[in-house]
């Protein structure tokens, strides 16, 4: 059996940052969540639901492909693919 893993990542703490260094706590009130899941999503411990990741894109003025990106690992056979 094939087991592959998605791994997410994110750029949010660039974003912020470029975005006048927009505190964690503004992400989140414009994107409507907490802070800490916004703290959570950044440091790759949560995976946001598709449409809080719009959403987040969204405060940026961005594409959704612009603040996520995904690699796939094959554990079987210890490859990755993105």
């Known amino acids: 059996m094939n087991k592959d893993k998605i791994e997410l990542s994110n750029n949010i703490r ?5 975005a006048g260094e927009m ?16 703290m959570a999503i950044e440091a790759g411990k949560y995976s946001p639901s598709l449409e809080l990741a719009f959403a987040v894109a969204d405060v940026f003025g961005i594409g959704i492909e612009e603040v996520f990106s995904h690699t796939v690992k094959n554990e079987a056979k210890g490859r990755e693919d993105t």
């Not at 964690?24 to 994107?31: F, R």
């Open 23 to 38: 505190t964690q706590a503004a992400l989140a009130e414009k994107a409507g969540v907490s802070r800490q899941t916004i």
């Open 14 to 18: 660039q974003l912020r940052f470029f």
